[in-house]
């Protein structure tokens, strides 16, 4: 059973930045491609960024592209999202998520985190 637990959530005004983590509670993290998704108050959880195990490969929403940068440290089991010039609208709870392979679609993950609140103020 792989575990996800996220951090470093939390309130920022507009224009700042915030770094969450993602660490896993098994070595499998390795093997497995991670991402990141968000979901705001009534609306759908969406794809915000993906890596693939070995890091060589990434994927960015349009709406982070440029802001954003997914990265991960298989030696810490753990997974980055390093957020920059962020926006009210970035406002969300944060999740990431293990799979086979990097996929923009929530069904290409089968584990998840219980997610960390970010919050942007304008």
Not at 1 to 19: I, N, T
Not at 79 to 104: F, H, I, S, W
């Amino acid at each position: 059973q792989v575990q996800l637990v996220e951090s470093g959530g939390g309130l920022v005004q507009a224009g700042g930045s915030l770094r969450l983590s993602c660490a896993a509670s098994r070595r499998t993290f390795s093997s497995r491609a991670m991402g990141w998704f968000r979901q705001a108050p009534g609306k759908e959880r969406e794809f915000v960024a993906a890596i693939s195990w070995s890091g060589t490969t990434t994927y960015y929403a349009d709406s982070v592209k440029g802001r954003f940068t997914i990265s991960r440290d298989n030696a810490k089991n753990t997974t980055y999202l390093q957020m920059n010039t962020l926006k009210p609208e970035d406002t969300a709870v944060y999740y990431c998520a293990a799979g086979a392979r990097a996929a923009v679609s929530r069904n290409g993950y089968n584990y998840w985190g219980q997610g960390t609140q970010v919050t942007v103020s304008s």
